[in-house]
C-alpha cells in the first residue's frame, strides 16, 4: 500500500507543480480551484477501493495538498487547518471518510430496498430481475 499511495502522491505533487508553473495569476482561489478540478480527481477516483488505512500513508498522501496551499501567497505561514479553512476546503482524510461512508450508506439502502421488494413480491412486475443475497 505504501508504495501505490507514494506513487499517487508523486503524481498528484507534478500536478500541482504543473499549476504553479502554467498559471500566471498567484490568486489563491483561482490556484485552489485549478487543484480541486485537476489534481484532486486523481486522488479521489475509486477512493473506497484503495482508501489508505496506515498512518504513513495517509499522511503522505495528505502531504500533497499540505504543501499545495503553503505554496499559495499569503498562507505560508498560516498552519495547516487554518489555510483548508480560509480556502474552503477539507482535508483529504476526511473527504475518504466521507465517501467511503456514503458508500456504505448506498449499500445498505440499496440491499434494504431490494429486500423489500423481493419481501412484496413486485420482483415480477420490475423490468429486470436483482438477486438479493
Keep these: 500500500m505504501f508504495g501505490a499511495s507514494s506513487e499517487l502522491a508523486s503524481v498528484m505533487e507534478f ?21 480541486c478540478v485537476f489534481v484532486r480527481p486523481i486522488l479521489e477516483f475509486s477512493s473506497v477501493i484503495w482508501n489508505p488505512l496506515l498512518k504513513r500513508d495517509i499522511v503522505k498522501v495528505e502531504s500533497v495538498q499540505r504543501r499545495f496551499t503553503k505554496r499559495l501567497k499569503g498562507f505560508h505561514n498560516l498552519s495547516y487547518t487554518t489555510r483548508l479553512s480560509k480556502l474552503g476546503l477539507y482535508s483529504l482524510h476526511c473527504r475518504h471518510t466521507k465517501a467511503e461512508i456514503l458508500s456504505m450508506c448506498y449499500k445498505i439502502i440499496a440491499t434494504k430496498l431490494l429486500t423489500i421488494i423481493h419481501a412484496l413480491s413486485l420482483l415480477p412486475l420490475l423490468p429486470f430481475h436483482y438477486q438479493v443475497s
Design 15 to 35: 500536478g500541482f507543480k504543473l499549476i504553479l508553473r502554467c498559471f500566471q495569476s498567484r490568486d489563491a482561489v483561482l490556484l485552489t480551484k485549478a487543484f
